[in-house]
């Protein structure tokens, strides 16, 4: 268990449809990231919250958006999916930079 | 802008032999180096990192990598691979000053064990 935790860890849906992935950072992590794993893509950043507030974005297409609450979980909100969102979701979390992530085990995104 | 390259997409190592799994990187300035593996289904776990200081960084599982300022290189090295190490890896370069902390991975290379 790395301390970080992702639900769902599957998740099937149909095209068009909206999801929300969910992440718990590390006790004591402010800093949480996105990224989409595909196979065609590799590990793409998406998007990086630290305490609350939006720091950097990446790759992120508009119909996904993110958050982060006041306790620091982090949800990734996925609408309009098309067949070429699917792939491995992952979130990540670290105390400062250069401390590298602790990555969850990701979430599993089916669009059929 | 920053990139890594892994130029390995697959490797094959016989248990018990010595590992060298490349990476090249490119930052404009002094960057943070992370090794990280994935085996499958799994996230991802950190492996080792470099910042400053002693360029060769003892990592977790045995793993050790050499940093070459002058060949942009962060090479990861295993006296004797394990069946066990079979797995993707992935270099990582991020920034060392500044607020945005992305960092931006390679493609990763698969290593694949042989008894």
């Known amino acids: 268990d790395s301390g970080v935790t992702q639900t769902p860890k599957h998740l099937i849906t149909a095209t068009g449809q909206r999801v929300t992935l969910r992440c718990s950072p590390r006790s004591g992590d402010l800093s949480v990231y996105w990224y989409q794993q595909s196979l065609d893509q590799g590990l793409q950043f998406l998007i990086h919250?630290?305490?609350?507030?939006?720091?950097a974005k990446g790759n992120i297409l508009e119909r996904f958006s993110a958050q982060q609450f006041p306790d620091l979980h982090s949800e990734l909100n996925l609408s309009s999916l098309e067949l070429g969102d699917s792939a491995l979701y992952f979130c990540a979390s670290s105390v400062e930079r250069g401390y590298g992530y602790t990555f969850g085990s990701g979430t599993r995104l089916t669009v059929v | 802008a920053q990139s890594v390259t892994q130029p390995d997409i697959h490797i094959t190592v016989s248990e018990g032999a010595s590992l060298e799994l490349r990476c090249n990187y490119s930052y404009g300035a002094t960057p943070y180096l992370f090794w990280y593996v994935q085996s499958p289904g799994q996230g991802l776990q950190l492996l080792l990192k470099y910042f400053s200081g002693d360029t060769l960084v003892q990592g977790i599982k045995g793993f050790e990598a050499e940093f070459k300022r002058s060949q942009s290189s962060f090479n990861l090295r295993k006296p004797s691979v394990h069946w066990s190490d079979a797995a993707e890896y992935f270099c990582?370069?991020?920034?060392?000053?500044?607020?945005?902390?992305?960092?931006?991975f390679g493609t990763g290379t698969r290593l694949q064990v042989t008894l």
């Open positions: 919250y630290y305490n609350g507030e939006e720091r």
């Open positions: 990582a370069v991020g920034p060392y000053t500044g607020t945005a902390s992305k960092l931006t």
